[in-house]
């Protein structure tokens, strides 16, 4: 089992910035991110595979303006969350998988965090 903690979340204004963090020790070859808005659905956002190549993917809705790394450890990433819209706001959560590749839906990662809030105000 691992266990995936997230943090970082809260308010932020349009156009503003955010760096949500991640930790999911245990041996995992993938992480991201995905969000969720009441009454919709778990959108994927970014994810970067943490061994090997460390190939990341990002959502058309992000690309540009959010950034998913890692630090050397290998089982802690970030997003980085820059020029900030109202419609990024809604519950983050981080994912982890064992399985390679970097795939989008949300029932091909198995280890979820609790989420952390995001709200972006105009």
């Known amino acids: 089992q691992v266990q995936v903690v997230e943090s970082g979340g809260g308010p932020a204004q349009a156009g503003g910035s955010l760096r949500l963090s991640c930790e999911a020790p245990?041996?995992?070859?993938?992480m991201g991110w995905f969000r969720q808005v009441p009454g919709g659905e778990r959108e994927f956002v970014a994810a970067?595979?943490?061994?090997?190549?460390?190939?990341?993917d990002y959502s058309d809705a992000v690309k540009g303006r959010f950034t998913i790394s890692k630090d050397n450890d290998n089982y802690r990433i970030f997003l980085q969350m820059n020029n900030l819209k109202v419609e990024d706001a809604g519950v983050y959560f981080c994912?982890?998988?064992?399985?390679?590749?970097?795939?989008?839906?949300?029932?091909?990662?198995?280890?979820w965090g609790q989420g952390t809030q995001v709200t972006v105000s105009s």
């Open positions: 970067m595979m943490t061994w090997g190549s460390f190939t990341t």
């Open positions: 994912v982890a998988r064992r399985g390679g590749g970097l795939p989008r839906g949300p029932d091909s990662y198995p280890y």
């Open positions: 245990g041996r995992t070859f993938s």
